[in-house]
């Protein structure tokens, strides 16, 4: 009776994760569809999937019209680096708030993610002229620096996930065999994090590669601008997108992410499942 009562559960599981694979999946198809179309193609009052006649203008058009390689170069430059420093600041620290079981830990744990309610909007002031003051304003590394700290509390509260993931008794077992700290740190403890660390900087650079806010505001030299910031640039006076070479720059601006995920998709997977064991 069991066994025929968890088929139609199993059913209805695969059913649903289909409808949220083509809810993912329809704006990127629909995407790739509008960059290949030529402009007759993207004003018709019929549009199809597939492209009846597919074109490169879009993509030629694009790279005529802004800088993309630059402003990709950009955004690549600041994920990079806020992921990498995010990280290497977020691990040290989930690891003493894992192991140090106390309420202040608990209390940190508890800020962290009620940081994350806080909207853009309530920090811009005063994240502007404090960047101002230290003569950060339309600087890469200034922006790199708020990537950091606005990622830090996310990363912060994955990792500490990880950390309890790994017990703690091989640590003590290393101790008995003579190993110090720092040692057992290398050796035992790091390996185990690998699939979280990495986890944790994947979405790390994804968010800061994604980010339009903070990159429009403290960033005014052309030269300077991010991915999306640019992309804003192919909506015309009145309002309206040159819609074939957006949809082109954006699935060029999905690429990278792309890439790097499906690269390291099996570390984000094991990462994922590591976090989320009870401890």
């Known amino acids: ?3 025929r009562t968890s088929r139609p559960a199993r059913a209805g599981q695969y059913l ?15 995407l790739i569809s509008t960059a290949f179309k030529p402009a007759r193609e993207l004003g018709s009052l019929h549009p199809t999937w597939i492209p009846d ?11 005529d019209e802004q800088p993309l390689l630059r402003a990709a170069g950009n955004s690549l430059t600041v994920a990079l680096s806020a992921a990498l420093i995010a990280v290497v600041i977020a691990t040290p620290m989930a690891y003493v708030m894992a192991r140090q079981r106390s309420r202040l830990a ?20 005063p994240l502007f002229l404090m960047l101002k003051n230290l003569h950060l304003i339309n600087s890469l590394l200034g922006l790199i620096m708020v990537y950091v700290v606005w990622s830090l509390p996310f990363a912060l509260w ?24 720092l040692r057992t740190l290398v050796s035992v403890t ?7 660390i990495v986890a944790t900087a994947m ?7 994604n980010e339009f806010f903070f990159a429009l505001v403290l960033l005014k030299s ?11 640039h192919f909506l015309g006076a009145e309002g309206v997108a040159d819609l074939g070479p957006l949809a082109a720059a954006a699935f060029l601006a999905t690429i990278p992410s792309l890439v790097i995920f499906a690269i390291i998709q099996r570390r984000i997977t094991g990462g994922m499942l590591a976090g989320a064991v009870k401890t």
């Open 1 to 3: 009776m069991s066994l």
């Open 16 to 30: 649903a994760l289909l409808c949220y694979l083509v809810f993912l999946a329809f704006p990127f198809v629909w």
């Open 53 to 63: 006649s597919p074109t490169l203008e879009n993509l030629r058009q694009a790279f």
């Open 106 to 125: 608990t209390a940190a744990t508890g800020w962290v993610v009620v940081s994350q309610a806080f909207p853009f909007v309530l920090v811009i002031i």
């Open 158 to 181: 994955m990792l500490v996930g990880y950390v309890r993931a790994v017990p703690a008794e091989l640590e003590e077992a290393a101790a008995v065999d003579g190993a110090g700290r």
């Open 190 to 196: 790091a390996p185990l994090l690998a699939p979280g």
């Open 203 to 209: 979405f790390a650079f994804i968010t800061a590669w």
């Open 222 to 232: 052309p030269e300077k601008q991010t991915l999306p910031v640019i992309l804003t």
